[in-house]
């Protein structure tokens, strides 16, 4: 069974970090792009970070590049989302995703979790 679990996240103020996690399980995560996504209450769901494996590139939408960084370890089927000077505007639950390439509509979903960064 295709699974995708989120930890890691959780209550913390403007200007600290979180590192969330993304285990996988029943297929291997090395041979998948990599997405996150979040969304905040009330707003749409956004694309945050994907990577990609047939040619390496990542992304990341303007509102995290230079805060967030996209990551995978191989040998735990883990990807993570390491996310640095956190605002107010970063508060969503936030669902790790994967495919075979990074596109809008990623085929595996994780269930989310919460991110909520207040003072």
């Known amino acids: 069974q295709v699974q995708l679990v989120e930890s890691g996240g959780g209550l913390v103020q403007p200007g600290g970090s979180l590192r969330l996690s993304c285990a996988a399980s029943?297929?291997?995560?090395?041979?998948?792009?990599i997405g996150w996504f979040r969304q905040a209450p009330g707003k749409e769901r956004e694309g945050v970070a994907c990577?990609?494996?047939?040619?390496?590139?990542?992304y990341y939408t303007d509102a995290v590049n230079g805060r967030f960084t996209i990551s995978r370890d191989n040998a735990k089927n883990t990807a993570y989302l390491q996310m640095n000077n956190l605002k107010p505007e970063d508060t969503a639950v936030y669902y790790c995703?994967?495919?075979?390439?990074?596109?809008?509509?990623?085929?595996?979903w994780g269930k989310g979790t919460l991110v909520t960064v207040s003072s």
């Open positions: 995703t994967a495919d075979r390439i990074c596109r809008e509509a990623m085929d595996y």
């Open positions: 029943g297929f291997t995560l090395e041979y998948y792009a």
């Open positions: 990577t990609n494996i047939n040619d390496g590139s990542t």
